[in-house]
Every structure is written in structure tokens, then in C-alpha cells.
């Protein structure tokens, strides 16, 4: 499958229905803090937890806060996806599912965005304007970040969009959106 054709396929997916689980952002109810760091990680690692209530784990590596989970966020990555030691083995929680890894994994490959970015519509013009979308390989990581531009092609029984414009993205236009 081509790259155009792919990416066709990704945003129209994205338009219609977003089919991730647990989103790679750090904010909202399918979010990495809802959906991984409150079931696997905040019972030691919140900035609420003093002395042995930590269970050890070492001070300021707390998950319960945007700005602390980003500081320890590939540290996040490395121990729970990675190595697979967090939680450690004493810990009553389990362990990450692959679906929790995943969403890790592209948490921070998106460089750890704390609410998710929308596309954005223009009736006026009818173009879909998409500032980044991300192609998976067939094990799930993201690979490539890119710009798309869709036009509304004149469908009155589906919406349908053509692919008008794509570019990759490069480090500095990443660097200007990652915590958006």
C-alpha cells in the first residue's frame, strides 16, 4: 500500500471515528493519566504519596501532575514498556497490557501532548486541515508524523475527502506543537 494511500485512509478514519483505546495524550478519560499511570501507577508514584506510602519510589517520579509525568515520561517508558519492572514485581498492580504499552509508547513518540489536537474543518472552503497525523507500521508505533490537507469531494450519500496535500514534519514544527 502507498504512502497516499495510507494516509487517505488514516484521515478518513480520523474524521469518522477515532479508533484508539487509550488516546497518547496525558489528559481525559481515555487519556494515559486515566487509563494507565491511575490503574498501574499513581498507588506509589503521586505527589500525594509521603514516606513508605511511596513503596520506594523515588521522590518527584510522580505520574498525578502533566508537568511531572513529562519530566519522568520516558523514564515512564523505559521501566514500564521497555524493561517491563514497573510496576515491580511485590506490587499488588499488574503489570502494563500491550494496549497500555502501546498507548505509551505513542505518548511519547508524540512528545507527550497533554490533550488531544483537532482536526480542523472549514466549511468555506471545504478543506480539512489536518496539522499532524501519525502513520503506524504494522506493530503499532508510530513511525511518521505528517501534514495532510484533505478536500471535501461532492458526495451527498457519504463524506468522502481526497488527499490534497501532505508533508512530513520536521523536528522544529514538532518541537512548536509537542505539549499543545
Known amino acids: 500500500m502507498n504512502k497516499i494511500s495510507l494516509l487517505t485512509i488514516i484521515a478518513s478514519s480520523f474524521v469518522i471515528n477515532n479508533a484508539l483505546a487509550i488516546e497518547p ?11 494507565v499511570f491511575a490503574s498501574n501507577c499513581l498507588a506509589c508514584h503521586s505527589s500525594e504519596n509521603t514516606g513508605e506510602a511511596r513503596n520506594n519510589a523515588p521522590l518527584g517520579v510522580d505520574f498525578d501532575n502533566y508537568a511531572d509525568a513529562v519530566t519522568s515520561g520516558d523514564k515512564a517508558v523505559a521501566r514500564g514498556v521497555t524493561f517491563m519492572n514497573m510496576p515491580p514485581d511485590f506490587s499488588p498492580l499488574s503489570k502494563l497490557n500491550e494496549e497500555q504499552k502501546q498507548a505509551l509508547k505513542n505518548w511519547q513518540a508524540l512528545g507527550f501532548p497533554e490533550y488531544t489536537l483537532p482536526a480542523i474543518f472549514s466549511f468555506s ?25 484533505m478536500v471535501l469531494l461532492p458526495n451527498q450519500q457519504a463524506i468522502q ?7 512530513d514534519i520536521t523536528d522544529s514544527e514538532e518541537q512548536d506543537h509537542a505539549h499543545e
Open 25 to 35: 495524550v496525558y489528559e481525559g478519560e481515555e487519556g494515559i493519566r486515566a487509563q
Open 125 to 149: 472552503t471545504t478543506t480539512l486541515h489536518l496539522p499532524k497525523v501519525y502513520l503506524k507500521d504494522e506493530n503499532g508505533d508510530i513511525t511518521q508524523k505528517v501534514s495532510a490537507e
Open 161 to 167: 475527502f481526497e488527499l490534497s496535500d501532505f508533508h
